[in-house]
């Protein structure tokens, strides 16, 4: 029979050969050890890939500095490796680093540094750094204006990124720009005004919404979605503040006394030892499914990286424990939830109705009552939009899930 770790051994040879011939630092090693650690991937040796990447890195280095762009797919798959093996903490740092790595090789005019600020603020974005995502998007929204780029796409991402953050105000940088646009392509704008609209429709000002959905009609028709489609969101379930109960959590002081303290609003939605308090509406699935705290996070919160379970819905791991019998939490794969409901013109979901569920009574209920407080952009018709019955959803709770 084969030997199924042959082609792991005869590159292992080949490496050591070369190593021989050329020294341990010579940058010919540097493709045959990257190939090498994908070898030891896909066996699933994932310790040497590790090691390899990182030698593939080092000798990067020590040929073309520290900023040299021959290490990016060394990076890509030490990111990739930490995220199979859920050390989200890693996969963030490897990302930093990599943008740190593009953001010097670059000249500071070259228009390819906006795609390298774009992209670490997406990372930024679905790993529930919105805040970094937010300040990154800005800058390069300067970058790109200083360019005489039009800026108009990364503002599309700024509204994005603060809708992931669960503010439901219209960005004032997308409304100027959109209203001062004059050689932005069609397509381009219309993505604008529909992005606007479904800020309108969280900021609940539909007739707002209204009026740009039909300019997204007139400049770009073949733009426009038939079908109603969930705004992505992250949205509290319901107003701790407005609850009956107080929630206290204990704090020590400086001199390490313990004492109670009334828990804030954002303390009680992060609160692990509750029910779920939040969620994130991720249809397309561009979620990371962690959430890594965030440049302002409050240290005496002790907030760690949290793993979100659920699509299209997503909800803390942590919280959603606190729901599911014990006996599930290690199935929670196999639970499922089909329910139908009704997308009026205004974006509001009604009727809404579990059709059938593998799940608890009590995760059903969740599930409805997430659902009563998400928004959808509505179906349109010639730009106008209307009531659509009978829409459906199938909520899953697989805790593996990662974005793409």
């Known amino acids: 029979m084969d030997n199924p770790r042959q082609p792991i051994i005869d590159l292992e040879n080949q490496v050591e050969e070369l190593t021989l011939h050329h020294g341990p630092f010579s940058a010919e090693l540097i493709e045959p050890v990257i190939t090498l650690a994908k070898l030891y991937i896909e066996a699933y040796e994932l310790e040497s890939a590790t090691d390899q990447l990182l030698r593939a890195q080092n000798i990067a280095h020590r040929n073309e500095g520290v900023y040299t762009p021959r290490q990016f797919e060394a990076v890509t798959l030490l990111t990739q490796i930490a995220l199979s093996e859920a050390d989200y903490r890693a996969a963030n740092v490897q990302q930093k680093f990599a943008f740190f790595v593009r953001s010097h090789h670059l000249n500071p005019q070259d228009p390819e540094i906006l795609f390298a600020y774009s992209e670490m603020a997406n990372w930024y974005m679905f790993t529930g750094q919105t805040r970094r995502s937010r300040r990154l998007l800005e800058e390069s929204i300067e970058k790109a204006t200083s360019l005489g780029l039009d800026p108009l796409p990364l503002a599309i991402e700024l509204s994005r990124a603060r809708r992931l953050g669960g503010i439901c105000c219209v960005s004032k940088q997308l409304l100027e720009l959109v209203q001062r646009s004059s050689n932005t ?4 704008l219309a993505r604008a005004y529909l992005e606007l609209a479904d800020t309108y429709i969280l900021a609940r000002k539909e007739a707002i919404a209204a009026e740009y959905f039909l300019k997204a009609n007139e400049v770009s028709p073949l733009s426009m979605s038939v079908d109603p489609r969930p705004i992505s969101a992250r949205e509290a379930i319901s107003n701790p503040l407005s609850q009956q ?4 959590h204990i704090e020590k002081d400086r001199f390490n006394r313990r004492h109670l ?3 804030t609003h954002d303390e009680i939605l992060e ?3 509750i029910k779920p308090q939040w969620f994130i509406v991720d249809w397309k699935q561009a ?3 962690f959430i890594v705290p965030d440049g302002n996070s409050n240290p005496s919160q002790g907030r760690e990286i949290q793993e979100l379970v659920g699509n299209p819905i997503l909800f803390s791991k942590d919280q959603l424990n606190n729901v599911i019998p014990l006996r599930l939490e290690k199935r929670m794969e196999e639970l499922k939830i089909e329910l139908s409901f009704t997308v009026t013109g205004e974006g509001d979901l009604e009727e809404i109705e579990v059709k059938n569920s593998t799940a608890p009574a009590k995760l059903d209920r969740l599930v409805v009552e997430a659902l009563k407080k998400a928004h959808y952009r509505p179906a349109l018709i010639n730009g106008l939009p209307v009531t659509t019955k009978n829409v459906q959803l199938v909520q899953t709770f697989s805790s ?3 974005g793409t």
């Open 185 to 188: 392509d069609p397509d381009t």
């Open 245 to 248: 109960a107080k929630i206290y």
């Open 261 to 263: 303290t009334l828990s």
């Open 271 to 273: 609160d692990l030892s």
């Open 287 to 289: 979620h990371q499914g």
């Open 400 to 402: 593996d899930y990662k």
